[in-house]
């Protein structure tokens, strides 16, 4: 055993001895923007922000182990929905939880997570990201798959799931369409304009797309509970397989009311950020589906946990998030690893939205699936290049004394 700081550390493989936090925006893409800014808000959906969102806001965390293999991890942060900045993340970073990083070996993510949970409350965006990058240095110091350290990769082909925007019932019709031209099998529709319009919504996508395509919905918090059940009742009748939070992000009793009155499963996602809030949720009988990405409940440890919690419960799980290219790997050797314990295809669509990806080879994502990168670790390497023409600021370093 070695000494560091006071507490006993045991020795597990190179140690990690620096700690790189790049703060980064990337624009969406030309069309996506035009197709966001003319659907509700200005957003594509109906949660009630006020900001303009055309872009995302990223920390790309790099950790180095002292035998000069490098790690990854990624976070998306918007606050309307996280509510941390990138400058938040990377300065409980700095200033707490690299020490419980700094000299330790990336294969201890359990002592590391331990550490950090005892030292800072809360905070998940943060300690997933430092996760995420443990799990990405233990990969390519062994030599193996991120999924090999989780329990194996179960397939080689992710099943994928589109994202359709709220906009006028016509032009999601035929994005509909498109995307089950183009080989994908479920789709997110966002909606919350109206009951009326929600209904009508579903009912022509149903009558486009036959009985084939899965389908999904997203109200963004649009509802009272009251409204939510009416909503929700309207659109059963067209085999919907989640309805995601229906009302207030915060409202886990009115989640818990809509879930008692309402066939279809529910989801949260804007008020669901750890592992006890899933916990939580699902003692209110307030979800049938556990939502996972890479900042909820944060890092592969914890979203692990939560799937297990979720198949001893009884519930699906839906991996789904809007991200660039190491979180959307991460995203999906978790996929790979639990693949029999979800039950939806997994949303990436990132691909689709940004546009950089900011890792040097993409992502093959085609006819509806997503090939697991091959190589150690995550598989992807990031593009220096497009990291430093997207950073908004210059690296927050820190070293191991």
């Keep these: 055993m070695e000494k560091t700081e006071g507490k006993q550390s045991f020795k597990n493989g190179p140690r990690i001895v620096r700690v790189e936090l790049t703060p980064v925006y990337v624009p969406f893409r030309e069309v996506v923007r035009e197709i966001m800014g003319s659907g509700a808000g200005g957003l594509g959906m109906a949660i009630p922000a006020e900001e303009e969102w055309l872009g995302g806001d990223f ?3 790099r950790l180095t182990a002292e035998d000069g293999n490098t790690g990854l991890g990624e976070a998306l942060v918007w606050l309307p929905e996280t509510g941390t900045s990138t400058s938040q993340v990377i300065g409980i970073i700095a200033q707490a939880l690299s020490r419980y990083v700094l000299g330790e070996s990336p294969f201890d993510v359990e002592r590391i997570r331990h550490r950090m949970n005892c030292n800072v409350s809360r905070n998940e965006v943060a300690k997933g990201l430092l996760d995420m990058a443990c799990y990405d240095l233990a990969g390519r110091i062994s030599g193996r798959r991120a999924c090999d350290l989780m329990g194996g990769c179960a397939t080689e082909e992710i099943p994928l799931a589109a994202l359709i925007p709220l906009a006028d019932v016509q032009s999601m019709v035929f994005l509909a ?4 031209l183009g080989g994908i099998g479920t789709i997110r529709c966002k909606l919350g304009g109206g009951i009326r319009e929600d209904e009508e919504i579903i009912r022509r996508i149903r009558e486009e797309v036959g009985e084939g395509m899965r389908i999904r919905v997203d109200y963004n918090q649009a509802y009272t509970p009251e409204q939510a059940v009416r909503a929700i009742r309207a659109i059963e009748p067209y085999a919907i397989d989640f309805a995601e939070t229906p009302v207030r992000a915060t409202d886990y009793l009115g989640m818990a009311r ?3 009155q309402v066939s279809t499963p529910l989801m949260a996602h804007e008020g669901c950020f750890s592992l006890q809030d899933i916990v939580t949720l699902s003692e209110l009988g307030a979800i049938g589906v556990v ?10 440890t914890d979203a692990l946990r939560a799937i297990s919690y979720a198949e001893l419960r009884g519930m699906s799980v839906c991996l789904h998030n809007q991200t660039l290219g190491i979180a959307s790997a991460m ?4 996929a790979a690893a639990r693949f029999h314990s979800l039950g939806h295809a997994v949303e990436l669509f990132g691909h689709v939205m940004f546009e950089d990806d900011l890792i040097v080879e993409a992502i093959d994502y085609e006819g509806g699936f997503a090939s697991l990168p091959a190589g150690p670790g995550w598989g992807v390497e990031l593009d220096q290049e497009a990291l430093d023409h997207y950073a908004t600021a210059p690296p927050v370093v820190l070293e191991a004394r």
């Design 331 to 334: 995203q999906m050797h978790i």
């Design 291 to 300: 939502g996972i990405n890479s900042e909820r409940p944060g890092g592969v």
């Design 59 to 61: 920390i790309i965390c």
């Design 177 to 180: 369409k498109s995307f089950q």
């Design 258 to 260: 809509v879930q008692s």
